[in-house]
Every structure is written in structure tokens, then in C-alpha cells.
């Protein structure tokens, strides 16, 4: 039997509110068994802990997403450090850099996220890392300090076949989004031929990154949801010309010995 495993998303974002029993119920039936969801914030990590008790598909991870830095209050480290204490098997994320975005302070975004990798090696944890336009700087950080041995990944890859060696060889995942589905990304798709199969993820990004071909089959279903995953795989198995049960075995696997930090026997 087919399962799969959706390596980031935000289950606890607001916008699932009002329909998380059917998007649930729908993910059950679409097979995906895990999904690692990632907190943005202080305010939603309280919400995530909740559903990850709720729900036993829900493997959280806690962090300050650079987009939302400011918003930390002085209480985060210790906050965040008690969360990891009280879910053993939760990651640290959602973490990064965003060159992206208009107004940026480098310095904050640096300290911020090497802050929090420092947490998840201390503590052994998968750590989900975001990165914009960023592809100069990230590598360097990453080979500037210790990496957690329990590994990371890139989330929605946005780099190109370059990036792809060097993640590889820092011990990063590289997971593919409904970005990948869009037939202009050869970039992408570019990208996504080179990953050694052995370092691929997939996953939604939801409620963002809404799959191309969704509106046609789900009319009027949105935002997008962990059961899209697999637009994501049939799309990536077809860029790999691989058959697509193969490949939900292999990204499942892979995303097991990352957020459980063993193989999947
Ligand atoms: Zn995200």
C-alpha cells in the first residue's frame, strides 16, 4: 500500500480552521501518514503542540520563521526549549533566510537562525529550513558551524542544480513543493532531476503553494491541503520517469530517518 509522508506544512495556520475535520479526513484517505508541520511564531506554536496531540499524522516543528523575527518576544529561546523538551520528536523550523522580501535586516536573520540551529544540534533535532534568493550565504552559515547530525532539509527548493551539490554534500534533504507542478520551472524541474533519490522530500507547503491542476479537479477547495502531495509526486515522479509508488516510498523513507532519526524497517 501506497503511504506518504508531507515533509512541511502549517496545519495549524488559521485558514484550516473551520474545515480541519474534512481536510483530515482527507488526508487520511489520500494515505499520508505523517505530515511535519511547521510553526511560524510563538502565537501558533501553542496551536500546533495542540493538534500534534490531537492528531497522530502531526509531527511538529518549532521555530521563528524569518518573516516573523520581530514579533519574537524575549521569552522565545526558552519557550522553544520547552516545547523540544516536551515533544521529543519534534523538529526545529520553520527557519531560514529570505532575501526576498523588501525590507530585510541581514544581521537579525543571521543570528536568529544560527541561534536556532544551535538549539536543534544541542538537541538532536530535524531542522526545516526556508531560503529565498539567500543561495550565496545559507551554504556558508551552515559550513560555518555544527549541523545537526540528524540532518535538515531544504523546504520548496527554489535553488538550482549548483545548490542541489551543495545541500547534498552538507548532509541536507532537498524537499520539492507544488512549485515543482508549474511547467515554466525549468529551473525546478532542472533541480529536481540531480537530487540524489536517497536526499528527496515532498511536500505541500499548506495552505500555501496550491499544486497547478488542483482548481480543475477540487472546484472551489481552498486553500491548498496536505491531500494535494500527490500533484507533488505524480509530477516529480514523471520529471524523474519513475513510477510514482516508488518514489512515495522512497521520500517516505527519507523523511523518516530525518524527523525520527531512523531507518523505516
Ligand atoms: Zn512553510
Excluded at 520547552?82 to 532575501?99: F, I, N, R, T
Aim: proline share 5%.
Amino acid at each position: 500500500m501506497i503511504r506518504l509522508f508531507d515533509a512541511h506544512a502549517h496545519i495549524q495556520d488559521d485558514r484550516f480552521k473551520a474545515s480541519l475535520n474534512e481536510v483530515h479526513e482527507r488526508w487520511r484517505k489520500a494515505n499520508i501518514t505523517n505530515i511535519a508541520s511547521c510553526g511560524s511564531c510563538q502565537a501558533d506554536w501553542v496551536r500546533l503542540a495542540e493538534l500534534a496531540g490531537q492528531m497522530s499524522e502531526i509531527i511538529p516543528s518549532f521555530g521563528l520563521h524569518p518573516w516573523y523575527l520581530k514579533e519574537a518576544d524575549s521569552s522565545w529561546r526558552a519557550d522553544l526549549i520547552e516545547l523540544l523538551e516536551k515533544h521529543p520528536d519534534a523538529g526545529v523550523g520553520e527557519v531560514g533566510l529570505d532575501y526576498a522580501v523588501s525590507t530585510r535586516e541581514d544581521q537579525l536573520m543571521h543570528d536568529m537562525f544560527t541561534a536556532q540551529l544551535e538549539i536543534a544540534v544541542k538537541m538532536n533535532r530535524a531542522v526545516s529550513i526556508h531560503c529565498r534568493r539567500a543561495w550565496d550565504v545559507l551554504p556558508e552559515l551552515l559550513k560555518s558551524m555544527n549541523r545537526p547530525p540528524r540532518g535538515f532539509m531544504v523546504h520548496s527548493f527554489s535553488g538550482g542544480i549548483g545548490q542541489v551539490d551543495t545541500i547534498v554534500k552538507l548532509g541536507g534533504f532537498i524537499s520539492f513543493s507544488g512549485s515543482i507542478t508549474r511547467h515554466r520551472n525549468k529551473r525546478g524541474i532542472d533541480a529536481c532531476r540531480k537530487v540524489p533519490l536517497d536526499h528527496l522530500l515532498i511536500e505541500t507547503d499548506s495552505p500555501d503553494i496550491l499544486p497547478s491542476g488542483v482548481e480543475k479537479n477540487n472546484a472551489g477547495r481552498l486553500p491548498n491541503e496536505p491531500e494535494n502531495l500527490l500533484f507533488v509526486l505524480n509530477r516529480v515522479a514523471e520529471i524523474r520517469g519513475m513510477p510514482a509508488g516508488e518514489l512515495a516510498e522512497a521520500t517516505y523513507n527519507n523523511a523518516v530517518r530525518l524527523f525520527h532519526g531512523r531507518d523505516n524497517q
